[in-house]
């Protein structure tokens, strides 16, 4: 990953008596990733958001897994929300939405994005069972509210079908990650303009 940031990449630390985080992204990656997060179904499903989303993602944790994972994965959420936030900057000439539809097997899922300033999520998931392997899937939900309120974006992830708990959550990340792709991809036809009639996002 570039040592160097640019207004698409961003480096936030985020420290706390229960986590201590970093995050580095470059939102014109090819998906390179690294993860030492100590939850590590939650680095496969980031994995899945950095490959297709071809974004290059650092995430370092400590938290108090000794507790359970709750803050660790609920506080990675909100700092990537952040690092996000400060790598897209004033989302000048950006798509702004995105969207995807993803299968995996018998599971299939839908995730739209709209990065517009707004944070709002709607989660409609349903999973199957309520552990995968030691994971709590109830964490999924905490991780996408955080990520959402900090990010400033306006997410709705839909679970369409599925029976295979893993299957499920694979699908939304890959999906989250497609749709985020296209959502900060630059738009030729914007020629640097903020996608809103309000001028600002």
């Known amino acids: 990953m570039a040592s160097e940031i640019s ?9 706390t008596l229960e986590t201590q985080i970093r995050i580095e992204i470059d939102l014109d990656g090819s998906g390179c990733s690294r993860f030492q997060t100590g939850v590590p179904f939650l680095d496969h499903m980031l994995d899945q958001v950095a ?9 370092q944790a400590v938290g108090d897994l000794h507790i359970d994972a709750h803050h ?4 990675i959420g909100i700092t990537l929300g952040q690092a996000l936030a400060k790598a897209l900057g ?9 969207h995807a ?21 709607v989660y409609e998931v349903d999973f199957s069972r309520a552990m995968i392997g030691a ?19 306006t997410l709705h992830v839909d ?20 749709a985020l792709r296209m959502a900060v991809e630059p738009d030729p036809r914007m020629a640097g303009m903020t996608p809103s009639t309000k001028g600002a996002l």
Do not use: C, W
């Not at 698409?8 to 985020?14: F, N, V």
């Not at 539809?101 to 999520?121: F, Q, T």
């Open 159 to 178: 679970n369409l079908r599925g029976t295979n708990a893993h299957h499920q959550a694979e699908t939304i990340f890959k999906a989250f990650g497609r």
């Open 7 to 15: 207004s698409r990449q961003a480096r936030i630390e985020r420290n």
């Open 101 to 121: 539809y993803v299968p995996l097997d018998e599971a299939l899922s839908r995730v739209v994005i709209d990065l517009s300033g707004r944070p709002g999520l």
């Open 72 to 75: 660790t994965v609920e506080d």
């Open 51 to 59: 490959r297709h989303g071809l974004i290059d993602l650092d995430i």
């Open 135 to 153: 994971f709590d899937v109830d964490l999924f939900g905490e991780f996408f509210h955080g990520l959402v309120n900090h990010a400033g974006m």
């Open 90 to 98: 004033d989302k000048r000439g950006i798509r702004r939405y995105g």
